[in-house]
T-cell receptor, first 113, second 110 residues
């Protein structure tokens, strides 16, 4: 069966520091991969999605970036974090063919001080 | 742009009661998804609907794909404390992306 792993579960970072959140999927090939941000327990905002290695679509302009160095690995990064980057970050995957449900990881709670 | 409106925003019910929530969109969907999110965790897929009029159950949960294809309903029968959480609907923007509703927060009072 397929599994998705996100880490770390919790992160506290100072303003201006870099960020790297990692997500990996097991048990499937060529999945679609997604990064979402959720503020205050509501409203999933799509940040990035990828349909293949090296292919990244950005939905929201900001100081975050994403990369997909391997088929089942998706990384969310920032060079300099802002206070507004605080939130709950969720990685998700779906089967490569269109219209398939997304399956989420357990999320990373990011607090910026 | 596309909007998914969920109602109610929050519900406080007694254990054992039935729950009903819905989701409406401004355009036609060919897929509806329902998720539940426990505090501090990622959303978990409950039910997926692919056909107008479809009625699908998952234990005490039942979801329906509205005939107009612009709405969907989720019902929970005989609620229990572990039903607490936020329930999200989702519908496709494109083949690879989904819009998510703003969520219905459910509190079950023992």
């Amino acid at each position: 069966s397929q599994t998705i792993h996100q880490w770390p579960a919790t992160l506290v970072q100072p303003v201006g520091s870099p960020l790297s959140l990692e997500c990996t999927v097991e048990g499937t090939s060529n999945p679609n991969l997604y990064w979402y941000r959720q503020a205050a327990g509501r409203g999933l905002q799509l940040l990035f999605y990828s349909v293949g290695i090296g292919q990244i679509s950005s939905e929201v302009p900001q100081n975050l970036s994403a990369s997909r160095p391997q088929d089942r690995q998706f990384i969310l990064s920032s060079k300099k974090l802002l206070l507004s980057d605080s939130g709950f970050y969720l990685c998700a995957w779906s089967e490569g063919r269109g219209g398939q449900p997304q399956h989420f990881g357990d999320g990373t709670r990011l607090s910026i001080l | 742009g596309q909007q998914l409106n969920q109602s109610p925003q929050s519900m406080f019910i007694q254990e054992g009661e039935d729950v009903s929530m819905n989701c409406t969109s401004s355009s036609i969907f060919n897929t509806w998804l329902w998720y539940k999110q426990d505090p501090g965790e990622g959303p978990v897929l409950l039910i997926a609907l692919y056909k107008a009029g479809e009625l699908t159950s998952n234990g005490r949960l039942t979801a329906q794909f509205g005939i107009t294809r612009k709405d969907s309903f989720l019902n929970i029968s005989a609620s229990i404390p572990s039903d607490v959480g936020i329930y999200f609907c989702a519908g496709p923007v494109t083949g690879n992306q989904f819009y998510f509703g703003t969520g219905t927060s459910l509190t079950v009072i023992p």
